[in-house]
């Protein structure tokens, strides 16, 4: 069953079927679909079997009256501007009285929060620094100056680097491996494709040797560099006579810099 609205058209039709059908003998199905057009109007739901129903009896008792009105009843007229019927959502359920009875409560617990809070502001958040001003900071302890002065060996320029040597070995291994599958195309195919293999793993190996080697020898380089003691030594020494003129008082007791003044 599909519903459908009704136009300003259809009601017409549902009109005339009226009229017609009102004082007719039917059975409990044309009585029922009676009633229904009865109390139909625009903008409403119609089923569409009703809808065929009622444009074949119009079309059938009129079609000596002329080939216009016919037209008129016809289905396709009566489905013009028709649309499927989507009923309203329904209204929301009232509220039962314990549910009013709730909300009303939380209602004035919250107003009654908020004047006290209104009385009795709350103290202002402290950070820790404010709460406890000689606490241990790492960062301003020991003589530093508020940043911390920890720098991590893992920086950009190392990321960097990094990445550069990966893509060094990556491109060194399929070079080797192209080389020496070149070099071989007159052996079998097994044998050049063990022989490239063998010789792309032997440089894989040569390069991740290499440069572990090369990251010990720096990690070395760093654990002597920190264990040298740094000393400081004067080279030269030096002292500024003070002058004569500034030993001397002014004589209305004020001391002028060097230089023009009045």
């Known amino acids: 069953m599909v519903l459908l609205t009704v136009t300003a058209k259809a009601k017409e ?26 109390i139909v109007d625009v903008g409403s739901s119609i089923e569409h079997s009703d809808l065929i129903e009622v444009s074949k009896y119009l079309v059938g008792q009129q079609h000596d009256a002329g080939g216009t009105i016919v037209r008129a009843w016809r289905l396709d007229e009566l489905l013009k ?39 009795n502001p709350p103290p202002n958040k402290e950070t820790f620094t404010q709460r406890y001003p000689n606490a241990f900071d790492p960062n301003t302890s020991h003589g530093s100056t508020g940043v911390s002065n920890y720098v991590d060996d893992t920086t950009y320029q190392d990321v960097e680097r990094q990445m550069a040597l990966i893509l060094n070995v990556l491109v060194s291994i399929i070079c080797c491996a192209v080389a020496i599958w070149i070099a071989a195309r007159h052996w079998s195919v097994p044998s050049r494709l063990g022989l490239s293999m063998g010789g792309s793993l032997t440089v894989a190996v040569a390069e991740v040797a290499i440069y572990f080697g090369y990251i010990r020898r720096v990690s070395e380089a760093k654990t002597k560099e920190g264990k040298v003691v740094e000393t400081k030594e004067v080279e030269e020494t030096w002292v500024i006579e003070k002058s004569k003129k500034a030993n001397k008082p002014l004589g209305d007791g004020l001391r002028f810099r060097k230089g023009k003044h009045r």
Not at 13 to 38: C, I, N, S, T
């Open 13 to 38: 039709a549902f009109d005339e079927y009226v009229k017609l059908q009102v004082h007719a003998d039917q059975d409990e199905d044309g009585k029922a679909r009676l009633d229904r057009l009865q």
């Open 81 to 119: 501007g028709a649309s499927v019927y989507r009923p309203p959502p329904p209204p929301k359920p009232e509220p039962t009285p314990g549910y009013t009875a709730l909300m009303r409560r939380l209602r004035l617990e919250e107003e009654q929060r908020q004047y006290d809070r209104m009385l």
